[in-house]
């Protein structure tokens, strides 16, 4: 006789921790395709948000240069560069996952970097659908099955987690949430064990060498271990197993963090500061951790961990750059509340309560709301003796107020927040079951549906998300065939932005990352702003834009700017950069940045076409590309192309003789690609002996690498008559002079 079948009954599939951490999986995995069809298109792979460019740069930097990725780059802060001090993990994980797949399916080779962003772009969702997983068998094993599927189908569905871990999103962003729910299952356990401290330990240091925001985690350790060891000082068992843990966690981190903290191994331009910091931060709290250790236990049982510790002191502490350490420490805590009025401006450092009511709903779930009466059920557990809900209460209460000072803590918040939000699910399911009379009735039901209410505006986000290329404002898709025109039409620069003829790209700092990944071009400001040479290159752009014409002319000069890309931006926002002190690091105080745009440089090229009517610093720029489609720029009334590329030539010369003092005028007409036509207008005035000069930028042909001519030979107008001038694109580009020939009379 056969045994029957074991029962499929849905409350004993909920605790099988197998099915449903691969049934998490996948809901969560197919979530994060939501804008599929916005990185796969018919015409080409695109990642998702700005970041994505350039860590695609140094992945692909990374695949073709044996797995080095590079620490300093030109191409930001051109013709100087900056080091660009992202952790180095994150992209080369990428790019080893992307030569290693290449090898397997392809053979012998290098990817190109087709393969290398499809590769890049697929991976993040594979890496950040594991996340719900793991927050699950957290919730699980404190309170159920049940709970486990309340925290897991919410990080499965969050739109704060699964945005930055959507398919396209190659940032390192990805492990913020899922280093956190990975270091909670280690930690969150009855029985604590050397194994389960190890791999807290590798987590963390997975976590510091892969996102900028992880070095918090060596703070939530600590806080941790207190909670470990405080409520059972007297319980030498107990106590010992978890000391023990805390010191595996502790030797987990340093020790692998070791080599790239005490030598220039992967950074060889210097040891990026929050990593060193981090292992400072460390190694102290593992001191503390050992010494009180030696206090209850003996100086015996600590003696080889006190060996261990001091031969990491004596290996690394020497070569850190203590007074570098000291200042970036001071640097980050202010940072975490925002202090840095740079950092301020943007949008992932604003306060979670900044944002709408509904969009925070939307972005964190209904329970968000919900979460002081959450806290409120789980303390009631903590206060009946469960050391672990105090552990993730204490978690959970500091990672959700570093959330409400910066959105981009988000990451750290999510998994105890689902986690919370679980226990307190599954302790008012018990308490309306012990109820008597009609209450007991609810224990099922009204978890459920509250539940169910609570995940409704974030799943109905979710499933109504349109879907977009690159930005969701359409920013990019505008931008796109300009940036396409600038690869193709202009002189290749070197890969690394180090050689003489190497030139930039003056844009916003906005779509600073575009240039460089699409274009293939540096730029002198990007988004890129944590470090003073990479502000000061925000800071020179941004002058160059706000000041007048003549004003920008030393700057364009001594950053090598060849091209300026114009596009919609803020005046006042560019004002105020241009206004950055970096001495006093603070915005220095301005004229009012509306009359100060009104005679910019910008201005001039939005509005004017760059046309010099007399202004002398406009004769040598030239209109060399305008996209089809026009857009409102704030500042102006009148829509404009949504992007704009103007070139520095040396120009033709038309020089000539007239009366001493006269007016001359110059004018020709113009003719894009799009057919549009524009007059260009300007005018100088002969000097004492007769004589004038000046330059033109336009020649009468198109040449390779502009899709604007003038369609008429210049006319230039004096007292003794008008005479004509004609530019080959060969004059214009080596400053030749022109001959003037007498126009007939009409």
Not at 149 to 170: E, H, Q
Not at 463 to 481: E, N, Q
Request: charged fraction near 15%.
């Amino acid at each position: 006789m056969t045994a029957p079948p074991p029962s499929q009954h849905p409350a004993r599939l909920l605790d099988r921790p197998v099915a449903m951490v691969a049934l998490l999986y996948l809901l969560a995995f197919v979530v994060r395709l939501s804008n599929l069809g916005g990185v796969i298109t018919s015409f080409g792979v695109f990642p998702i948000s700005t970041d994505s460019f350039y860590h695609l740069r140094r992945i692909q930097a990374a695949v073709a240069d044996g797995l080095r990725v590079p620490d300093f780059d030109y191409y930001v802060n051109f013709p100087v560069g900056a080091s660009v001090n992202w952790p180095f993990g994150f992209d080369w994980l990428y790019a080893a996952v992307a030569r290693a797949l290449y090898a397997l399916t392809q053979g012998a080779g290098l990817p190109d970097d087709g393969w290398t962003t499809a590769v890049a772009c697929f991976l993040t969702p594979l890496l950040g659908a594991a996340t719900p997983g793991l927050t699950y068998l957290v919730a699980a094993r404190l309170a159920g099955g049940g709970a486990g599927l309340a925290a897991g189908l919410m990080v499965a569905w969050l739109p704060c987690v699964w945005v930055v871990c959507a398919v396209g999103y190659v940032d390192h962003h990805v492990f913020e949430s899922l280093c956190m729910a990975l270091y909670l299952w280690a930690v969150i356990r009855e029985d604590a064990r050397p194994r389960h401290g190890l791999a807290a330990g590798l987590t963390m240091a997975v976590g510091l060498l892969c996102a900028t925001t992880l070095p918090l985690l060596i703070g939530f350790h600590a806080l941790v271990t207190a909670g470990w060891l405080i409520p059972r000082w007297r319980e030498a068992d107990a106590r010992g197993a978890r000391w023990r843990a805390s010191l595996w966690a502790w030797l987990g981190l340093l020790v692998p963090l070791t080599p790239f903290a005490a030598t220039r191994l992967a950074e060889p331009n210097g040891v990026n500061p929050a990593l060193a910091t981090a292992w400072g931060a460390a190694f102290l709290a593992a001191g503390a951790t050992l010494g009180a250790y030696a206090w209850r236990a003996g100086a015996r049982p600590a003696l080889g961990w006190a060996a261990a510790w001091a031969l990491l002191g004596v290996g690394v502490l020497p070569r850190l750059a203590l007074g570098e350490v000291w200042r970036f420490a001071q640097y980050g805590i202010a940072h975490i509340g925002a202090a840095d009025p740079w950092l301020a401006t943007i949008f992932e450092s604003q306060p979670l309560l900044s944002q709408s009511f509904l969009d925070i709903t939307n972005n964190y779930t209904a329970f968000l709301w919900l979460l002081p009466l959450a806290w409120a059920l789980v303390l009631a557990r903590a206060w009946r003796g469960d050391a672990l809900a105090w552990a993730l209460l204490s978690l959970s209460v500091l990672a959700s107020g570093l959330a409400l000072l910066q959105l981009k803590f988000s990451g750290l918040f999510a998994p105890p927040f689902a986690v919370v939000i679980g226990l307190a699910l599954h302790e008012l399911a018990a308490r309306l079951g012990a109820a008597a009379g009609w209450l007991a009735r609810l224990q099922r039901p009204l978890p459920i549906g509250l539940a169910a209410l609570a995940l409704a505006p974030a799943i109905v986000f979710t499933l109504g998300a349109p879907v977009y290329i690159v930005s969701p404002a359409g920013a990019f898709v505008d931008a796109d065939p300009t940036l396409r025109w600038l690869a193709v039409h202009t002189p290749a620069t070197s890969r690394r932005g180090d050689q003489p003829q190497d030139y930039a790209i003056l844009c916003d700092w906005t779509p600073g990352h575009w240039v460089i990944g699409v274009a293939g071009r540096p730029t002198i400001a990007s988004p890129l702003g944590h470090t003073a040479p990479l502000r000061e290159g925000i800071r020179d752009a941004a002058a160059m834009f706000a000041l007048p014409p003549a004003e920008s002319l030393p700057l364009l000069d001594a950053r090598r700017a060849r091209y300026i890309l114009v596009t919609p931006m803020s005046p006042q926002a560019v004002a105020r950069d241009a206004a950055w002190d970096p001495k006093t690091r603070a915005f220095a105080r301005r004229e009012d940045w509306n009359e100060q745009m009104k005679r910019s440089l910008y201005a001039r090229l939005v509005a004017d076409e760059a046309i010099p009517q007399g202004d002398a610093a406009l004769t040598q720029m030239r209109l060399v590309y305008e996209s089809d489609v026009e857009t409102d720029y704030p500042l102006f009334t009148q829509p404009h192309a949504a992007a704009k590329v103007f070139e520095r030539v040396p120009g033709a010369v038309i020089a000539g003789q007239t009366t001493p003092g006269a007016r001359v005028q110059i004018s020709t007409r113009i003719r894009t690609y799009f057919r549009r036509e524009f007059d260009y207008v300007d005018e100088t005035t002969a000097d004492a002996q007769g004589r004038f000069e000046r330059r033109v930028p336009y020649a009468q042909q198109t040449s390779p690498v502009a899709t604007l001519a003038a369609i008429a030979p210049y006319r230039v107008a004096t007292p003794e008559g008008d005479y004509t001038a004609v530019a080959a694109e060969a004059d214009v580009v080596t400053g030749r002079p022109l001959q003037l020939i007498r126009a007939p009379d009409e």
